[in-house]
């Protein structure tokens, strides 16, 4: 542990820190944290949890985001199109089901669209800014699933036999956290650093979906013979 063993609060210290800690995960929001104690300062890593010395310093932080704003606002506005490059990036950290077959083969994903719905400054560091932004993002998801109204079971294994490959496209409302890049005096957004897909953290393909028949296990003579 990174605590000091000499301090009398040892025990007390590790239970607050720990418990701001889960309460920023759980949140998805960073904590500043207000203390003197290099202890605390150890703990915290600038992105869950944020130390500073003294209040002057926190406040220091949220005026600087009311001024850099617009600015920063402004340009993640004007990025539409390596945001998009972005978010598509990150999604093959995602998790995709299809509800008419959860056992389906998931054989590739793609986003179609990147709206960027509406945006807010929600953190201020030294090189950086954090936004916290709402989008509306199109997929397209192409699936191996299980054709369980026609094929027959396989007795030995127990499993549907015939199979079919399905194009999924459908809308979600996500949650991204955009890193942005600052530099100059005074500060100025020159660059996305690093995205990420807060929520959903599964993409359903379910019954909103649009449903594309690629290709029928009837298509397959052997399946249909076999």
């Known amino acids: 542990a990174p605590f000091s063993h000499k ?25 500043h944290v207000i203390s003197k104690d290099g202890d605390f300062h ?3 890593d600038g992105k869950v949890l944020i130390h500073k010395e003294s ?12 001024a850099l704003a617009p600015s920063t606002l402004a340009f993640l506005a004007r990025s539409t199109e390596h945001l998009e490059k972005l ?24 986003l179609l669209r990147c ?11 030294d090189d950086s800014v954090l936004v916290e932004a709402h989008a509306k993002v199109e997929l397209e998801v192409d699936a191996t699933v299980h054709d369980y109204d026609n094929s027959p079971r396989d007795s030995g294994e127990y499993v549907f036999l015939y199979q079919n490959k399905v194009r999924y496209t459908a809308t979600f409302d996500a949650r991204l ?3 942005i890049k600052l530099e100059g005096e005074p500060s100025i957004p020159v660059g996305i650093d690093e ?30 013979n076999g």
């Open 195 to 224: 995205i990420s897909v807060v929520e959903p953290k599964t993409f359903a393909m379910g019954d909103e979906a649009e449903r594309e028949l690629l290709r029928s296990w009837s298509d397959d003579d052997d399946a249909i």
């Open 55 to 66: 209040i002057g310093d926190a406040l220091a932080i949220l005026f600087a985001g009311d």
């Open 177 to 179: 956290e955009v890193s």
């Open 115 to 125: 709206e960027l719905l509406d945006s807010e400054v929600i953190e201020v560091l």
């Open 42 to 44: 150890a703990t915290s």
């Open 7 to 31: 301090k009398p609060g040892e025990l007390r210290d590790a239970f607050a820190i720990g418990c701001l800690r889960q309460w920023a995960e759980a949140s998805a929001q960073p904590v």
């Open 87 to 110: 978010v598509g990036e990150n999604l093959d950290d995602r998790c995709f089901e299809i509800s008419e077959d959860w056992e389906a083969d998931i054989e590739d994903h793609r």
